[in-house]
């Protein structure tokens, strides 16, 4: 914009631009950010009359040419409908169900009574150490099932006042009922050949052993 020989202003000063110069700048300004950011092709709130002229469909105003609608559309005015517009059709939009996770089949079994155990006491000759060794028998077991295992504190359980003096352990195999043992409250040795179990698919017996430390 060509500001010299205004009045007030030197020969090749700019000069102080008017009220009207500087808002059409601005819209120019305008347009041609909007240009960069909007396709007028895939906006839905601009449409072109009868008249050749253009309206806003969401603000509901006129515009002579397509550089003053895209002006427009980076107002106040706009801006707040469009905001506007997008919080209500959030709110009328249906709530999204989410799709449900597939569940998992558990497995049902009927309980068909406690195994025949056999639990020994040993002391390794050389550290002095005791050992237990359980023997757990499973004739009937579920197919693919292996048995599990694993330590409860006595603050866990509800059968008996708990006492800090013992802790217990427990086997479980399907469809037999859990069992288990109550032994000392001493720290268990799981180093090399203290600590082993073994499951012997033929027998169906579960071997246990392990060694408390010294």
Known sequence: ?????????????????????????????????????????????????HLGTYECKLCLTLH???????????????QYNLGRRLAKEANDAPAQILPERPKADVKKFVKIGR???????????E??????????????IAEGICPRHR?????????????RSWQYLLFAAEPYE???????????DKGEGKFWTEW???????FMQFHFKR
């Open 1 to 49: 914009m060509d500001f010299q020989n205004r009045v007030g202003s030197r020969t090749g000063g700019g000069g102080v631009a008017g009220w009207s110069e500087t808002n059409r700048d601005r819209r120019e300004r305008l347009r041609k950010l909007a240009l960069e950011t909007i396709d007028l092709a895939r906006d839905p709130y601009f449409m072109r009359n």
């Open 64 to 78: 002579n040419t397509e550089g003053s609608y895209l002006a427009h559309t980076q107002g106040k005015k706009h």
């Open 115 to 125: 195994p025949g155990y056999k639990v020994t006491k040993q002391r390794d000759p």
């Open 127 to 140: 550290t002095g150490q005791h050992s237990l060794f359980f023997q757990i028998d499973y004739p009937e």
């Open 151 to 163: 330590f409860m504190s006595a603050y866990e359980q509800r059968i008996e006042p708990p006492d």
């Open 178 to 188: 859990t069992i288990s043992f109550k032994i000392p409250s001493r720290e268990v």
């Open 200 to 206: 012997n698919k033929d027998t169906k017996q579960f």
